[in-house]
């Protein structure tokens, strides 16, 4: 089991002047926790315990801070580099601290993730294998640089300059890795090196293997080097309290959330006209029975419609149109809709580029329903999502609210789903019971 994990803390974050002026990017505070102890802790909670800090610019402060305030239930090591080496350059610094296995951060970047499942991956592997790169589909997978690996996980190439006209599958190199030591044969010890320009291209080239483990859905790394980027992470830390206080003080239910395509209209294929649209018998009525008992409904759905190029968005505004008139001749409102355009596969070549991308406010991510509720100053634990998939259970789950599958009870049980029922007309009739 991997226990020791290698933190890179090198970087000037000169993108973060003025704050990174007098204080190294990775104990810069966030939402008034300093970042690298965030990282730490989060390891710590899944069972590293050795760690060894790789400083750079103003690494004396990193010194200090951890002769000052020692974590509990870990011992740290800071290393400064007499000079810049790059991202992989320092690391033989540190040969003779180095477990056989260990893992490998960035200590400028936040991070949220279920970093034992990589370990995990990585120590289940044949023993050949030199790295196990953590990737994520690309919310700008045009200018990205990709990481091309194969239905078996196996690494086959790194894409830095994107042909013209060439398809390429969207992953995207998250820089979070698990190593085995003999990564040190691969770097050179008279100039800066990097993993991902250098370093990973170089074990390929020689025959080396790499295995790439897609991020975990609800996974979260980003990037905060420029005060944009921070805000973002900050607003995640927001929205992520609000999920657990929703969680964990669940009030009477008042809002749905409703999928619909297999929610509100039978799900036949992609709905591309107004007249592909069939309502499922009673499922309007179902939402004129909620409006009734004082429920406030929304729409949220995954339209990639858009991004594959099946229609635009007049087109699905008439759509959605026809179902809001059924479910208002009923006597129901849908109080605003949210829709997603987007869809993260790249390499098929059709569709409308700008929506072709990864994106939070596609389901299984919670966006959608953050926004809802931004919009509409909404209280998640009065909030159940309904629908008819993994994913509507999952982003709604992600969001922190109560959520209801529509379909068999043993999947919505697997799923962890808290209400399921056969239809969104059972669901009413469960929930409002003689009132329904």
Known sequence: MIKQAVILCGGKGTRLAPLTKNSPKPLLPVAGKVLLDRTIAMLVEQGFTDFILMAGHLGEMIVEHYEESPLTGATVEVFIEPEPLG????????????????LLVY????????ARRLADFHDAGDSDVVASLLVRQSDHPWDSHL????????????IFEQEEGRLYKNYGNVAIYACNKKILDYIPRDKPSDYGRNIFPAILQTQGRLRGLELEVGGFVRDMGTPDRLALVENYLKRKERSRAARENPRTLKVAFLDRDGTLNYERGLIDTPEKIEMIPEAAEAVGKLCAAGWTCYLITNQPVIARGLCDVPTLEAINEKVTAVIEAAGGKIEQIYYSPFHPETHHGDGV?????A????KPGSGMLYQAEEDHHLDLAEV????????DIVAGQGAGVRTCYLGEKEEGQALKADFCARSLADFVKQTLGDHA
């Open 87 to 102: 991202t992989a350059g320092a690391l033989p610094l540190v040969a003779d601290r180095l477990e056989d296995n260990f």
């Open 384 to 391: 159940v999502m309904i629908g008819d998939t993994w994913r």
């Open 359 to 362: 994106s939070d406010c596609r």
């Open 353 to 357: 580029k700008e929506f072709r991308r």
């Open 147 to 158: 990481v091309d690996v194969n239905a078996d996980g196996e690494v086959q190439d790194f």
């Open 107 to 114: 200590g400028d970047v936040f991070v949220d993730f279920d």
